[in-house]
């Protein structure tokens, strides 16, 4: 089975996003940069059905395909998820940055291409939050999706996913090729070993153009400002539970 | 212009996101009907219909809509998206599963999480874990949003809508296996007017129930937790409040142990009052405390219990 796992370079999950001065935007000037969080587990959980790791059968996937939109820099992100096993990359150089709709239509031609049996991807980065492009993927393929996986089982033709769910866990089972997304239980993503960062240096990245593709990948939305979030007002310290109990009572609280 | 919102409901009836969803439709349109799928759903129908503000309640069943599998939702929903300018559905799991689905279908882009309607193409919503919020104008004829629901104000009830069936599709390729839904005498962590939440300090599964459940008992509150205390197996996964968990924003959120993580902070600092009580009098949650109380929990919590009386 052949698996494509789209990865996105991001700002490290560890540093505090900083709104610009005149609102246009995050200033990602001299920022960390780093693989999504989640897409990490996605690449992740595609080497262990490679390897055959905790209840995947051995072979599982055959070639991983680990593919990128972004600017150059995207490909030491393509080169973090070789090191961690990955076969070989894509790397879809674009200086803008897409929004989903454009994304989703760019990895639907990789797709057609590829011919992955499965792609897995993080549910959402953590930069524009929407949490749409797996979704709009199998959409626009016409494929089943099984999105926040917490545990994924690869057997007979079909993926079944175990999703975390608001109130609990919900189980399905989707008809391969299909589009599963990953939330952060699935698994915890290995760092990568330094004869394994050697190996990856010497695998494959095809660098390619958006207009290689051929899709129309025009902003649909106008970002009009990006502001702080207000403030919350400094709150007071209180000296004991009974005081706490009295203050909460006073302001109406309890 | 009409807005079609599509129901989030318990099988049974709707639960407050959808009358909050029809708030934020509202805002775009006065023709504003509710879509509710399910499976044996007309009870829901009826509650929908009830809502102040709706025009019409809509009623599509299938086996595949009792699980809101998002194929399903997504067949039902684009036959009757020819007759609206905007599909609305609050940004629960299930919404944030089929919206994207249904968006992609109808070529245009979704907008996902708003906490904020600035005019009808115009919403704003948060970016970078909460840190950041984006004002953004869509320049789709047909927009599919997702609506933040402790940001708007649940619609009233009063209404008399006419509930009418249309068709109910399927999910061909997807099948449902099994649900585990967590079971609870407590208030739900979405819906729930105090939430009292733990951190890793409460060391063990455990004292986390043992510290935690009397006094959510005492206050009639859900229970919470950080991301830290779930990631160490101290709390279930459905009791994490924060970006990556629950957005929550009860009129009382008091945080036990719990430093304050961006992440965190994220999911919670829309509470109306917020208490904190820690050890560390560094700890990022006093800065967003209403009340902040420097002391151990092991101390803190029974003195709180016996204070309450």
New interface residues.
Partial sequence: MKVLVPVKRV?DYNV????KADQSG?DLANVKMSMNPFDEIAVEEAVRLKEGKEHHAAGTATEIVVVSIGVTQAQETIRTALAMGADRGVLIQSDTDL???AV?KLLKAVVEEEKPDLVLMGKQS????????G??????LD??????A?KLVIEGGKA?VT?????????????LP?VVTVD??LNTPRYASLPNIMKAKKKEIAMKAVADYGVDVA???????????PK?A?????????Q?????KS?G?? | MAVLVIADHDGSAVRDTTHKTVTAALALSSEVDVLVVGEGAKAVADGAAKIAGVRKVLLAESAGLGKVLAEAVEATVLPLAGGYDAILTPATTDGKNFAPRIAAKLDVAPISDIVEVVSADTFVRPIYAGNALETIQSGDAKKVITVRPTAFAAAGEGGSAPVESVAGADAPKTTFVAEEMVKSDRPELGAAKIIVSGGRALGSAEEFHAVMEPLADKLGAAIGASRAAVDAGYAPNDYQVGQTGKVVAPMLYIAIGISGAIQHLAGMKDSKTIVAINKDPDAPIFQVADFGLVADYKTAVPELMSALG
């Fill in positions: 700002i505090k996003a900083r709104v995050v929004e989903p709709l989703a953590i930069d524009g939050d929407n949490n749409a492009v979704q709009m993927l199998a959409a626009l494929w089943p999706q099984a999105t926040f917490g079944t999703r975390e769910v608001d109130g609990g866990l919900q189980t399905i089972a989707a008809e299909a952060l239980r902003d649909r939305l106008k970002v009009l400002k990006v502001t702080e979030p919350r400094a709150g007071v310290k209180v000296e004991s539970a009974a706490l109990v009295e203050s909460l302001a609280v309890l």
